[in-house]
């Protein structure tokens, strides 16, 4: 069966940086959209970056300039996160998507806080 499992998160001080990953099994990699979302407390899930199978990437505007979104082809997608702030505290999860199909991850905890 698919597997997405992330690693990378953490807890990180306001400022800092993390890189998550998200390394993908049984699965065609190459025609998946992947995504980054995260969900904080209290909060619907919400789409954080993506990247279509081209490499066209999209983010949300609350992490432009910030987060970076990138893919290679040994089944992992990537996500930096620079100048966090205390309002990235979310469980992140790794979806791929393609169609109707799609797969998540069990997510991974990242904690922004001095």
Same mark, same amino acid.
């Not at 390394?23 to 209290?42: C, K, L, V």
């Not at 309002?87 to 904690?111: I, M, S």
């Given at each position: 069966? #698919?597997?997405?499992?992330?690693?990378? !998160? !953490? @807890?990180?001080?306001?400022?800092?940086?993390?890189?998550? %990953?998200?390394?993908?099994?049984?699965?065609?990699? %190459?025609? $998946?959209?992947?995504? +980054? *979302?995260? &969900?904080?407390? =209290?909060?619907?899930?919400?789409?954080?970056?993506?990247?279509? %199978?081209?490499? #066209?990437?999209? $983010?949300?505007?609350?992490?432009? /300039?910030?987060?970076?979104?990138?893919? /290679?082809?040994?089944?992992?997608? *990537? @996500? &930096?996160?620079? %100048?966090?702030?205390?309002? /990235?505290?979310?469980? $992140? $999860?790794?979806?791929?998507? #393609?169609?109707?199909?799609? *797969? +998540?991850?069990? =997510?991974?905890?990242?904690?922004?806080?001095?």
């Amino acid at each position: 069966q #698919v597997q997405l499992v992330e690693s990378g !998160g !953490g @807890l990180v001080q306001p400022g800092g940086s993390l890189r998550l %990953s998200c390394a993908a099994s049984r699965i065609i990699f %190459s025609i $998946y959209t992947m995504n +980054w *979302y995260r &969900q904080a407390p =209290g909060n619907q899930r919400e789409l954080v970056a993506a990247i279509t %199978s081209g490499g #066209v990437t999209n $983010y949300a505007d609350s992490v432009k /300039d910030r987060f970076t979104i990138s893919r /290679d082809n040994a089944k992992t997608v *990537y @996500l &930096q996160m620079n %100048s966090l702030k205390p309002e /990235d505290t979310a469980v $992140y $999860y790794c979806n791929a998507q #393609v169609g109707l199909l799609g *797969y +998540w991850g069990q =997510g991974t905890q990242v904690t922004v806080s001095s």
